[in-house]
């Protein structure tokens, strides 16, 4: 590493991000540092290291960024929800959010969750909403399926269970949504109905969150298509599931 590079580092010590190169000689060269902020402890840092598979630790440098833009009070014991609960996390990195529909596979949960959050944060910023409603929308992304690690984490059942996990969420965020509540009512009432299971006779209160149930939305048929195809000739451009047919374009 350079010292040039070194120096860009903000602080003296914490945990950085770093992109290496092998040279000509085969020396693996820092070409780039980048710091990590420490929104969680290093304890669930090591866990995290330990429990990804190599391909999925850029997935979670990108939840960390999304634990980033959280910036409001009344928000913060979401993000401090990890520090408290390191079993919730375990089971939320190693879980897959279904049995066989979407990212039905393990750390499928973590992944669904994350491409939700990015989602539903970057349409809300560019529609323009408020910063707490851009932030909840976030949250309600990384949350919206924290109810499926309960048979794990309360439980010690490791494989998957079906059920109302919507109704779970509320169970194992009773505590920062008390705080909110006594902060900020209707941003309690906001992010309730986004963590509520989804009825279709029911329009949304918020237009963030039909922003919110559209990265859901997006998220699962995404996977659905990618796992669908998976493995088959580049030039495969329809697959039949069941009575429907999928089509993609290809290269």
């Not at 992109?19 to 060269?29: A, D, H, R, S, T």
């Not at 520090?83 to 949960?109: C, K, Q, T, V």
């Not at 009773?174 to 509540?181: R, T, V, Y």
Request: proline share 4%.
């Amino acid at each position: 590493m350079t010292s040039a590079l070194a120096n860009t580092f903000p602080t003296e010590e914490g945990l950085a991000e770093i992109k290496l190169e092998m040279n000509k000689q085969g020396y693996f060269i820092a070409t780039n540092l980048c710091f990590i902020a420490p929104v969680i402890n290093y304890e669930l840092y090591a866990k995290a290291i330990a429990l990804l598979d190599k391909g999925r630790l850029p997935l979670f440098s990108r939840f960390v960024r999304l634990l980033e833009q959280v910036t409001a009070r009344e928000l913060m014991p979401f993000i401090e929800f990890w520090n408290s609960h390191p079993e919730h996390f375990e089971a939320y990195l190693i879980m897959p959010a279904s049995y066989r529909d979407h990212h039905a596979y393990r750390h499928g949960l973590f992944q669904h969750s994350v491409e939700v959050a990015e989602l539903a944060y970057s349409n809300a910023i560019n529609l323009r909403h408020s910063s707490i409603e851009c932030q909840i929308a976030l949250l309600a992304g990384l949350f919206h399926d924290i109810g499926k690690v309960y048979s794990q984490s309360e439980a010690n059942i490791e494989t998957y269970q079906t059920g109302a996990h919507e109704c779970l969420n509320f169970s194992l965020l009773a505590e920062p949504l008390k705080f909110l509540a006594a902060q900020d009512w209707d941003a309690h009432r906001m992010f309730s109905s986004m963590l509520a299971p989804y009825q279709q006779y029911r329009s949304e209160q918020y237009a963030v969150e039909s922003i919110f149930r559209f990265a859901d939305h997006a998220s699962c048929s995404s996977n659905r298509t990618h796992v669908l195809f998976s493995g088959k000739p580049a030039h495969f451009s329809f697959l039949k599931n069941g009575d429907k047919m999928i089509r993609r374009l290809t290269n």
